[in-house]
């Protein structure tokens, strides 16, 4: 399976470096009608999952959606939507350089339960309701404090001609169908001209999925061990130009597969999450974080999640999201990296949750990344870790929910369980 392109939403393969090129780097057409007013031809044009052009740290729960624009001066941008049933969502507007900014201390980024709905409407992470309930955002290059639903447009003194993206993200669509996911209209004003582009394309429910340059990893891994083997840390948060999502924090460790009978252990009490894929008001008292993951992906270029093909043709991703993890009578995982050869023999072992290494690069080093999503709130999420590359930190700060982890023989797993693995960690 290429690792290296992008489905756009009209159909057709284009490669990463085209894309970069021309739907990153040029992406608004001029409209015939208004030739004062750069628009793009149609919005939402690439979606993206990480099921194919596996790039970038992908997590298999989520989708995203990105409009590129051009910032042109007095340019407003309205986005009217409705509230989609998925576990969790958020507009994003990011700078030319692909990140996340502040403009006059208001953040480019708005999650779900901070959407205001409009006027008889109701916001289902708000308070307790079906979603299809409606909302207004608007991307204004005048945002300031206490706006409802306002979010800058670009940072403050951009010039006009740079481009901005907007991305709307969705994580775990209640039906497990990213297409299913209503997307919002946008309208762009200037100068008493309006023009709203029409979606491009149609929905990809009989199309393959797509994956994306926009899953947020900006964190640098961090490659601290002792004698225990690798050891989680959260790294500085520089964003890279990968599109991050400020609502995610993520502990990564690196290392390379071990060989023979040798398999990573990690074992941390699961922080609570949501029960379905429903919307639920939010901060929630039954919830600590909004959603939390365990993704193995290559350090290699382009940064794909790791990916195998079973013998049955189906294909295994190397992410584990905290509704497909086993828990314990005590509500702790543990995870167990192997090869896909150990699959069956791991799974046999109570409580524990198998995560492939890559079949097709067996010897290169892998990255594991632990994602807390909207963990601001609860004392012991990734959130509330001090990026300095030290595992003695996360653990300071996480306690009991650290993913420790170890290198362990599967015998001695098998025969012992986790906690004879993790004695020296």
């Not at 393959?208 to 601290?224: D, E, L």
Request: hydrophobic share 35%; aromatic share 8%.
């Amino acid at each position: 399976m290429s690792t290296s392109r992008l489905r756009l939403r009209r159909g057709g393969w284009l490669s990463l470096t085209t894309i970069t090129a021309t739907v990153l780097a040029m992406p608004a057409l001029a409209s015939a009608a208004t030739p004062t007013l750069i628009t793009p031809a149609c919005v939402w044009r690439l979606e993206t999952t990480p099921s194919t052009a596996n790039v970038a740290f992908p997590d298999s729960g989520a989708t995203y959606w990105t409009t590129p624009f051009t910032v042109q001066d007095g340019l407003q941008v309205t986005v009217s939507g409705s509230y989609a049933d998925a576990r969790y969502t958020s507009l994003t507007v990011y700078d030319s350089n692909r990140s996340p900014f502040m403009t006059n201390g208001v953040s480019s980024s708005l999650p779900d339960y901070l959407t205001a709905p409009d006027a008889g409407s109701i916001n289902p992470w708000q308070q307790t309701a079906v979603p299809g309930g409606h909302f207004t955002v608007t991307l204004s290059p005048n945002a300031a404090t206490g706006e409802t639903n306002t979010v800058p447009l670009a940072p403050a003194g951009t010039r006009s001609g740079r481009t901005g993206y907007l991305i709307y993200r969705a994580y775990l669509p209640a039906d497990g169908n990213p297409s299913s996911i209503p997307l919002p209209t946008l309208t762009f004003d200037q100068d008493g001209t309006s023009v709203t582009p029409p979606v491009c394309g149609s929905t990809l429910s009989s199309d393959p999925p797509t994956t994306t340059t926009t899953a947020a990893a900006g964190a640098t891994v961090s490659s601290a061990a002792d004698s225990a083997g690798p050891q989680f840390a959260r790294g500085s948060s520089g964003t890279g130009g990968l599109f991050p999502n400020p609502d995610n924090a993520y502990l990564s460790e690196k290392l390379t597969p071990p060989t023979g009978n040798t398999v990573l252990v990690i074992r941390g009490k699961a922080p609570r999450t949501p029960q379905s894929n429903d919307p639920i008001p939010w901060p929630s008292a039954t919830s600590d974080i909004r959603y939390w993951s365990l993704c193995d992906n290559l350090a290699i270029p382009p940064l794909p999640v790791v990916v195998n093909t079973l013998p049955d043709g189906s294909l295994d991703y190397g992410c584990r999201a905290d509704y497909r993890t086993r828990l314990d009578v005590t509500g702790y995982y543990t995870f167990v990296v192997g090869t896909e050869a150990q699959r069956s023999a791991i799974e046999n072992i109570p409580g524990a949750t198998f995560v492939p290494f890559s079949n097709a690069h067996p010897t290169a080093q892998h990255i594991l990344l632990f994602r807390n999503l909207l963990g601001g709130e609860f004392e012991e999420s990734v959130q509330n870790v001090p990026s300095d590359n030290r595992p003695a930190s996360a653990a300071a700060v996480m306690k009991d929910y650290y993913p420790r982890s170890a290198l362990c023989s599967l015998s001695t797993l098998a025969a012992e369980g986790p906690q004879a693995c993790l004695r020296g960690s």
